[in-house]
């Protein structure tokens, strides 16, 4: 997804685009990294003071406990080997599932998420219903071909048809929105139509850049 650094916001006003900042980036030198690659847009997270709540604690361990029943892990330990794990993802220092931030926990979440559906692990509830982050988890499931309805094995759907008589290995369907399914979901899009599938099971299509 990306590298994920800490910054220090020294300016910030309105205009008419939206909301305009001064960031600074204390400890890393990325002006090369940002001019050779041409990199003109990211992700923005911030800490707004508020802790983790009691539902996304339930998500937490809840997936945890999932987790520990596939691997046979006590829960504890699983709880622990997936704090690092995130702790090696993403940068951030050893954290408590008691105290910390919402987005934080927001951010354990997803990489809960992204861990069970890369190694197939079967929850307990549809992943769906354990994200805290709808949009994340979309991704995820086009990532790991994972129907994002039900978290079978899937393949892409395009909701932007890419149209008749092109090749779908030959066209670019990067700014196509797209989403994975299962072929008794996809099979079902089709039949009720993409809106009232949406509307049904709460999923969408998103664009992926790249995988």
């Known amino acids: 997804m990306g590298q994920v650094v800490t910054v220090e916001i020294e300016g910030v006003r309105e205009s008419r685009e939206g909301t305009e900042m001064i ?3 204390p400890g890393h030198n990325l002006a090369d990294t940002f001019l050779t690659k041409r990199i003109r ?12 709540t009691n539902e996304q604690r339930k998500k937490a361990y809840a997936t945890i406990r999932d987790m520990a029943e596939w691997t046979g892990y006590p829960p504890e330990i699983m709880k622990e080997i997936m704090k690092y794990e995130f702790m090696i993802r993403t940068g951030e220092e050893y954290f408590s599932l008691s105290d910390c931030s919402v987005d934080l926990a927001r951010e354990f979440i997803s990489i809960l998420i992204d861990f069970a559906l890369e190694h197939g692990i079967q929850l307990s509830e549809l992943a769906i219903n354990r994200t805290d982050d709808i949009g994340r988890y979309l991704y995820y499931c086009i990532k790991h071909k994972r129907c994002a309805v039900c978290g079978r094995p899937g393949e892409i759907h395009h909701v932007d048809t890419i ?3 092109n090749n779908r290995k030959k066209v670019d369907d990067s700014d196509h929105r797209k989403i994975c399914l299962c072929r008794i979901h996809h099979k079902e899009a089709h039949n009720m139509g993409m809106t009232a599938f949406e509307e049904k099971h709460k999923v969408y299509g ?6």
């Open 23 to 25: 960031i600074r980036i």
């Open 41 to 52: 847009d990211g992700e923005f997270r911030y800490d707004d003071g508020r802790t983790i």
């Open 163 to 165: 149209g008749m008589g």
């Open 206 to 211: 998103i664009t992926v850049k790249e995988l």
